[in-house]
């Protein structure tokens, strides 16, 4: 049958995806888990088969540890592919880790452009402002992580202390 629907989108845009996002936001944890994989299965489904390529290479090279490879693939995926949030979050993770802060947040920036619910970047962006003593604006991307993923305990607990810190300031 999905051969007489034509091929899948890809990525963020898969039609999929909201059914998945509505499952995890008012499903129970139980199946939690499973909604979150697929959900970022199909994230990592690049619209061509050159750039999903070029991407499991990127990926399978910052698993070996050669993150400038990993990050020269995913150059070349960004280009190839500019509207492939995944791109963006797996390039903004191999930045931080080489501790190019502001290339991370670029990339971060225009994956949750492109994939507003991206809720593993809301996440890392979170972190990345905690760590910045933006704690308002952690606490509020904390709660966008739990929008959309609010099987999420550590976003939950992090949300929670800084709540707490922030009680009786302004919001």
Same mark, same amino acid.
């Not at 999929?16 to 994989?37: K, S």
């Not at 540890?65 to 963006?88: E, I, K, R, W």
């Not at 809301?122 to 609010?150: H, I």
């Given at each position: ?10 990525? +963020? ?6 059914? !998945? ?6 499903? &129970? ?21 050159? #750039? &999903? /390529? ?19 693939? !995913? ?10 949030? +995944? ?22 920036? @225009?994956? /949750? ?7 593993? #970047?809301?996440?890392? /962006?979170?972190?990345? !402002?905690?760590?910045?003593?933006? @704690? ?7 709660? @966008? ?15 929670? #202390? ?8 302004e919001i």
């Amino acid at each position: 049958m999905a051969g007489m629907m034509g091929p899948a989108a890809a990525d +963020q845009t898969d039609p999929r995806l909201d059914a !998945l996002f509505e499952e995890l936001r008012v499903g &129970d944890a139980l199946r939690a888990e499973e909604n979150i994989g697929r959900i970022i299965e199909i994230w990592a489904d690049a619209p061509s088969d050159t #750039v &999903d /390529l070029l991407y499991a290479r990127a990926e399978l090279s910052a698993e070996n540890g050669a993150f400038d490879l990993s990050l020269t693939l !995913l150059d070349h995926v960004v280009g190839l592919a500019p509207n492939f949030a +995944q791109g963006y979050a797996l390039r903004g993770e191999l930045r931080l880790t080489a501790d190019d802060r502001t290339g991370a947040i670029q990339d971060f920036m @225009k994956a /949750l452009e492109l994939e507003p619910r991206h809720f593993e #970047v809301r996440s890392t /962006l979170a972190e990345l !402002l905690l760590a910045g003593g933006e @704690k308002r604006d952690a606490y509020d991307m904390f709660q @966008k992580v739990l929008e959309w993923n609010p099987h999420d305990e550590n976003a939950r607990q992090r949300a929670r #202390v800084l709540r707490r810190e922030l009680d009786g300031q302004e919001i």
